[in-house]
């Protein structure tokens, strides 16, 4: 008899780890920065190394489900990502510990898309949204404990102490799988070629897409490396996307992109992505560095929101079965570009109730935007299209955060090194650096208001898919 309560756990531990790795180092970057003394489009590198990490090996996780099976999948990935948080736990340089957070990535980056199809392989249609509710509880119980977490820990032991964090999850993750997942041994392996070509011109597109945009802080006068990398970039994307329309079991089926559903919750999950990403990187420093709070206080100051949100996942979860998930997400949408106002306008002096009050809008916004665009993802595609379209949604949503990270603090950078060559104050210049970069994430997620109105607007349990 399988136990219904025992899988679910089982993937939200493995979801809680990969998540809160994601919330927790961002407290800590400002304490990095010093330590290896760096600049700030430098330290960017430990998240968005492992982000276009993560996004890189994300693909190969269709190919590895047919191959190896969803267990083994699961259990090597849970293996690696904890190594990778040891090795990161024990770096002594900057340049090691970004190669620590890549190996950390290779197995990270197969756990979101893997769990989203086990999820949809295990329950049936009527109890999707439900049980996706509960796993996305494990998806922010993460974010939810990593700032204040990760803040506790930095002050008190140092950063490394963020990472051993994720070593006894791990274990007692991948001892559950043991337990409770044991059934998926038995699933059929199917032994596909290997799409070597089409990987590495994805590979190459998305590297050079990010390394064109870190390139606008070295070169913003000539413009020439910044040019040469997004040529690389878009002649990669073609290359890509004219092998794959000629293969059966490529990287991805790009007859998915016809799908006017699936490339809608793409893009507004892409939009708010880089938004949200790059604003949760730029929190720490206008907290911390700009407005004086200690790790510990500015993880405290984290907390509402990421709390906010872990109470509206379950209920979203409900809402979108029962309600318009269209006007659900356009509503998110309008509450996290608010969000972004407000954080544009916090400055020293600003007061505990306004910073919690923004801090619970954005969890607020959150909550209805996590939910209904999985569930809008999920059940937009076939059964047998759900690992792909879950693996598409995972990348896009990665590559799309690393981005965002790179723009926000190419902006931050720029408005900084303006205002303080006219012979701004460092505060002055620091705070409209910080203030241009939140009004610029509040700018991307606008633009994610168009795709969002071609969601459909159908309830989740009448395009519900019946178990794979």
């Not at 041994?185 to 799409?195: A, I, M, S, T």
């Not at 505990?352 to 959150?366: E, F, H, P, S, Y």
Request: charged share 10%.
């Amino acid at each position: 008899m399988r136990s219904k309560a025992g899988i679910l756990v089982t993937l939200m531990l493995g979801t809680i780890m990969a998540s809160l790795d994601s919330s927790i180092v961002n407290i800590s970057l400002p304490v990095m920065q010093d330590q290896f003394n760096c600049r700030l489009d430098e330290v960017q590198w430990v998240v968005t190394a492992y982000m276009m990490a993560f996004s890189v090996f994300m693909p190969l996780t269709n190919w590895l489900k047919d191959r190896i099976g969803f267990f083994a999948l699961y259990v090597a990935s849970l293996s690696i990502f904890t190594f990778g948080s040891l090795l990161c736990s024990l770096s002594n340089s900057l340049e090691w510990l970004v190669i620590s957070r890549v190996i950390q990535a290779i197995g990270g980056g197969a756990l979101t898309p893997t769990v989203m199809a086990i999820l949809s392989f295990v329950f049936p249609a009527n109890e999707r949204g439900k049980m996706l509710g509960w796993w996305g509880l494990g998806v922010v119980l993460g974010p939810a404990l990593g700032p204040t977490l990760g803040g506790i820990l930095t002050q008190h032991l140092g950063w490394p102490s963020i990472f051993y964090i994720n070593v006894p999850i791990g274990l007692i993750a991948i001892s559950m799988s043991f337990r409770y997942m044991g059934f998926l041994r038995k699933q059929e392996k199917v032994r596909l070629p290997f799409d070597t070509p089409g990987f590495i011109l994805l590979t190459i597109f998305l590297v050079t897409l990010q390394l064109g945009i870190s390139r606008l802080q070295k070169d913003s006068d000539t413009l020439w490396g910044f040019i040469s990398y997004f040529a690389v970039a878009l002649i990669a994307l073609t290359g890509f996307i004219t092998w794959e329309r000629k293969r059966s079991n490529g990287i991805f089926d790009i007859r998915l992109f016809a799908n006017v559903q699936l490339v809608s919750a793409l893009l507004v999950t892409s939009a708010r992505s880089a938004a949200l990403f790059g604003g949760v990187f730029l929190l720490p420093f206008l907290l911390q560095r700009h407005m004086g709070f200690a790790e510990m206080q500015a993880g405290l100051l984290l907390l509402p929101a990421s709390l906010t949100l872990a109470i509206m996942m379950p209920l979203s979860g409900r809402w979108v079965d029962r309600h318009n998930p269209r006007a659900i997400v356009v509503t998110g949408l309008i509450l996290l570009i608010v969000t972004m106002i407000l954080f544009g306008r916090l400055d020293v002096g600003s007061s505990v109730a306004v910073i919690t009050g923004a801090m619970l809008i954005r969890g607020i916004g959150l909550g209805c935007l996590v939910t209904p665009l999985t569930v809008a993802v999920v059940n937009s595609v076939k059964p047998t299209e759900v690992t792909q379209a879950a693996s598409l949604n995972s990348l896009t949503l990665q590559v799309s955060g690393a981005v965002g990270v790179a723009i926000l603090s190419v902006v931050h950078q720029r408005v900084h090194e303006h205002f303080a060559g006219k012979g701004y104050l460092e505060a002055i210049a620091e705070h409209q650096a910080l203030q241009w970069g939140f009004y610029t994430a509040g700018g991307l997620l606008a633009l994610a208001m168009l795709p969002a109105f071609f969601l459909s607007p159908r309830k989740a349990a009448k395009v519900g898919m019946p178990v794979a």
